[in-house]
């Protein structure tokens, strides 16, 4: 199982993002996916989720409304698009498979939100 993050980087607040995690070593289509976060000092906060068709999605509290994630099963890929980004949203973001492939995880990517 390999999970790979990508699209993190420095943005001023008030800015946008798209976060892509490419997955593979397992049936991406039939798992659904969830975006972390990790800020230094703090502990992991699940972040989103979506089903395996992509027909129903959850979202915490602190980024409804302004993140959105999605996937093409196609591509094996997640994504996360970020909106309205504030400063407590920098953290290192990493994708992570529900159920059976629950404990991998990627490197994750670096997202810093500051003017």
């Known amino acids: 199982v390999q999970l790979v993050e990508s699209g993190g980087d420095l943005v001023q607040p008030g800015g946008s993002l798209r976060l892509s995690c490419a997955a593979s070593g397992f049936t991406f289509s039939s798992y659904g996916m969830s975006w972390y976060r990790q800020a230094p000092g703090k502990e992991r906060e699940l972040v989103a989720r979506?089903?395996?068709?992509?027909?129903?999605?959850y979202y915490a509290d602190s980024v409804k409304g302004r993140f959105t994630i999605s996937r093409d099963n196609a591509e094996n890929t997640v994504y996360l698009q970020m909106n309205s980004l504030k400063p407590e949203d920098t953290a290192v973001y990493l994708c992570?498979?529900?159920?059976?492939?629950?404990?991998?995880w990627g490197q994750g990517t670096q997202v810093t939100v500051s003017s």
């Open positions: 979506i089903t395996s068709t992509g027909g129903n999605t």
């Open positions: 992570n498979p529900w159920g059976t492939f629950h404990d991998y």
